[in-house]
C-alpha cells in the first residue's frame, strides 16, 4: 500500500444493495452513520445471488467491482447492525454467507484505502457472474 493510502478501518466499501440510488431501507441508516466519499472500485469477481450481490476475491488485477466509498462516523454503532444484515455477527450458524474484511479500494482520483467490505463466502460455481462488476448499473438495465 502506498504512502497516500488510508490505512485505518474507519471505511466502507459497498457493492450492492447499500450503493447510493439502491433504494435499500439501510441505505439511509448508511447515509446517517457514515460520510460518502464518491465511487471507488476493489479487486474481485461480483456475483449475482437472487436478488443482491456477491463480492469473492480475484487475483486478476482486470477483476474489479465497482460500488461507493464511505468514512464511517466514529463510535457508530453501524458496522454491527450491517454485521446483522449480512448474517455474519457472531451468533450466526457458521459458515456465514459473507464475512466482513478489509479489502484495497480505489477512489476515482487514484487513492487507496483499506476499507471494511463483505465477501461472499459460498461456493460461485453455479452463479451468473456480473461480468461489469457493478451490480447496481446491471440492476437498473435489468428494471428497463
Known amino acids: 500500500m502506498t ?3 488510508r490505512t485505518s478501518a474507519e471505511h466502507l466499501f459497498v457493492y450492492g444493495t447499500l450503493r447510493l440510488g439502491a ?6 441508516l448508511l447515509s446517517r452513520s457514515a460520510d460518502y466519499l464518491g465511487p471507488a472500485a476493489a479487486r474481485g469477481k461480483l456475483f449475482l445471488i437472487g436478488n443482491y450481490p456477491g463480492m469473492v476475491n480475484s487475483e486478476d488485477p482486470t477483476d474489479l467491482v465497482y460500488g461507493d466509498l464511505f468514512r464511517l462516523h466514529p463510535g457508530t454503532p453501524l458496522l454491527r447492525q ?5 448474517e455474519c455477527a457472531p451468533g450466526y450458524p457458521e459458515p456465514t454467507e459473507y464475512l ?6 480505489t ?3 487514484g487513492i487507496d484505502y483499506s476499507a471494511w467490505f463483505y465477501l461472499y463466502n459460498r461456493p460461485t460455481e453455479h452463479l451468473p457472474r456480473i461480468d461489469s462488476g457493478d451490480f ?3 440492476h437498473n438495465r435489468m428494471l428497463k
Not at 450491517?82 to 449480512?86: C, G, K, Q, R, V
Not at 466482513?100 to 479500494?105: F, G, I, S
Open 3 to 5: 504512502e497516500t493510502e
Open 100 to 105: 466482513r474484511c478489509l479489502a484495497r479500494v
Open 136 to 138: 447496481l448499473a446491471e
Open 23 to 28: 433504494e435499500h431501507p439501510l441505505a439511509e
Open 82 to 86: 450491517l454485521d446483522d444484515y449480512e
Open 107 to 109: 477512489n476515482q482520483q
